[in-house]
């Protein structure tokens, strides 16, 4: 007989648990709690800038910048370096540091040194490991920057000059089949290019980034770009979405707009992700978009006016492979304009940050949406939200969230002037990390959890496509065998609202077997293609009655 679901609602009980140990706990210093679900401990009070731009990398560590021209930020470079550039327009001669790599495991964070700036850009991270930066603002435009990942302190930003060939402000970046990313669109940019160059032509027209553009607005800055299981782009600016065929350079199908054509791209802000990816093997994929929250017609104009409309309250869903798609639409709990859409390793998705009115822009957001929602992708239509407990800290325009592979999700940032502004304004530059742990964390599904014990994808040995993939892992209460499963989530670049190259692959369960006491193997698939699961590092979970492991890092070649 199976076990009841996860509860909706924590315990007094465990509240008090949770509060003796992380009072014990160096560096965690503020457990929040109210009647939702979920867990919110702040880890750092202040890493020195506002965490603008965040990618999590194979070996636990985040890479996290802003800008540098925010002025001087509150972390000194090491070593007395300092940064002279002539072009810089606030501060020439600059010894901050913009830009910091965080270690999870340790919960510490050391400074890193960028040479241009950085701001409003994008990135991808490549199969060996790095993560190759693009674009930004000014002398940054169309810079490429690279960070290999170490366990040392030696790493630090490479800048290889200017390898874009178009300035690229507000792009998206993707991660293709080939290692290869593509950069899309940006301020005034309606057109896209690949890095690393070949000897095709540098940059590419599309004419659907013109077609989406309201004059004087835009409306369609940091497009949300998803890689289908066909190996064709969808793209979504504005309120409308393409199918691209990137190889070609053709539309091969158009979508409706979302019903009431409200904006949901920057700076009308919205969110959107790439659902679970589930029955790989088959010869058609199920695949489907969702985006929510966003910023009603006209909402941009009257912010200028001292007028902040309420964000929009509803989602958008959408199949993107049926022959004849349209969204469904869904209401939020709560309204919101940039907000962050996260997956879960357990399939479900978590809407964070934002406001409940205004815009993106700055001074252009209003209420803070301090409470997380869970959307559970696969219950009834209507009953797929949930709240989730407040954090104590505003994250406005320039907040981000990611996914760690323990499972919790890490939010910062927070910063809507245009430089650092500390008092007298109504929502101060953040610098602190938080991190939210969802309701599965909670020590009362400790004897449903799965922990990995090892896998046919053991450390240093990659995995490749199609093939058989064996998990052995420990669960101390009895297990439901149909309940189990095992996924992979690509970790993401997130900015903006928007997390780049982010996916999660179901590989199900063909068969579990028991090994000994508590001890199971379960044997799966991996993905047939590079189109359904880009070459790179993947966090892989065992997943029991909703209640996933810590996850493992895979690299699929």
């Known amino acids: 007989m199976s076990q009841p679901s996860m509860p909706r609602y924590t315990s007094i009980i465990f509240f008090l648990f949770l509060q003796l140990f992380f009072a014990a706990q160096p560096c965690h210093r503020t457990v929040t709690y109210a009647a939702g679900g979920g867990l919110w401990q702040l880890l750092q009070n202040s890493i020195g800038i506002t965490?603008?731009?965040?990618?999590?990398?194979s070996n636990d560590?985040?890479?996290?910048y802003d800008r540098t021209d925010f002025g001087r930020s509150n972390l000194s470079l090491p070593d007395g370096k300092c940064r002279n550039d002539s072009s810089e327009l606030v501060i020439k001669y600059d010894c901050t540091a913009h830009s910091v790599e965080y270690d999870v495991l340790?919960?510490?964070?050391?400074?890193?040194?960028?040479?241009?700036?950085?701001?409003?850009s994008s990135g991808a991270v490549v199969p060996d490991g790095r993560l190759i930066q693009t674009g930004g603002f000014n002398d940054g435009e169309r810079k490429v920057r690279i960070f290999s990942p170490c366990n040392g302190a030696d790493c630090d930003w490479e800048e290889v000059g200017d390898g874009l060939k178009a300035k690229r402000w507000y792009a998206t970046s993707h991660i293709l089949p080939d290692g290869r990313q593509i950069i899309i669109g940006g301020r005034r940019q309606f057109n896209y290019e690949f890095y690393p160059k070949s000897s095709a032509p540098n940059v590419y027209s599309l004419p659907f980034l013109m077609e989406t553009n309201d004059r004087g607005i835009e409306n369609n800055l940091y497009p949300f770009v998803f890689l289908n299981g066909d190996g064709n782009l969808f793209i979504f600016a504005n309120n409308r979405a393409i199918l691209f065929d990137r190889k070609t350079n053709k539309v091969v199908k158009t979508y409706p707009a979302i019903p009431g054509g409200d904006p949901r791209s920057y700076p009308s802000t919205g969110s959107a992700v790439l659902l679970p990816l589930k029955n790989l093997q088959a010869s058609t994929i199920e695949a489907e978009v969702l985006v929510c929250g966003g910023a009603p017609k006209g909402s941009f104009a009257k912010v200028e006016n001292g007028t902040f409309v309420q964000a929009l309250d509803t989602c958008a869903r959408i199949k993107i492979n049926d022959p004849n798609p349209r969204w469904v639409m869904e209401t939020m709990p709560t309204a919101r304009v940039m907000g962050d859409m996260t997956l879960l390793p357990n399939g479900n998705v978590l809407i964070i940050n934002g406001a409940g009115a205004g815009t993106a822009g700055w001074e252009k957001g209003r209420d803070p949406v301090l409470n997380p929602v869970l959307y559970r992708p696969d219950d009834a239509s209507g009953s797929r939200f949930e709240l989730q407990n407040p954090s104590t800290i505003p994250r406005m325009y320039h907040s981000t969230a990611i996914l760690l592979r323990d499972g919790r999700v890490l939010v910062g940032g927070s910063n809507p002037h245009i430089g650092y502004e500390f008092t007298g304004v109504l929502f101060p530059t953040e610098l602190s990390l938080e991190a939210f742990s969802p309701p599965y964390l909670l020590p009362n599904f400790d004897d449903l959890r799965p922990t990995i014990v090892s896998s046919s994808a053991s450390e240093g040995k990659n995995i490749g496509y199609g093939q058989k993939l064996l998990v052995r892992f420990k669960v101390t209460s009895k297990i439901v065998t149909d309940m189990v499963s095992v996924t992979m989530v690509a970790p993401a670049f997130n900015t903006h609202s928007f997390s780049m190259n982010h996916r999660l692959l179901v590989l199900g369960n063909e068969k579990v077997t028991v090994v000994g006491t508590s001890i199971y193997d379960i044997q799966v698939m991996t993905p047939p293609s590079g189109d359904l699961?880009?070459?790179?590092?993947?966090?892989?979970?065992?997943?029991?009655?909703?209640?996933?492991?810590?996850?493992?890092?895979?690299?699929?070649?």
Do not use: T
């Open 61 to 64: 560590r985040v890479v996290i």
């Open 533 to 557: 699961a880009p070459s790179g590092h993947y966090m892989l979970y065992v997943v029991h009655q909703e209640i996933p492991s810590e996850g493992l890092w895979v690299k699929i070649l």
């Open 106 to 120: 340790a919960n510490r964070f050391r400074p890193l040194m960028v040479q241009s700036d950085v701001w409003c």
């Open 51 to 57: 965490a603008m731009h965040m990618q999590l990398l």
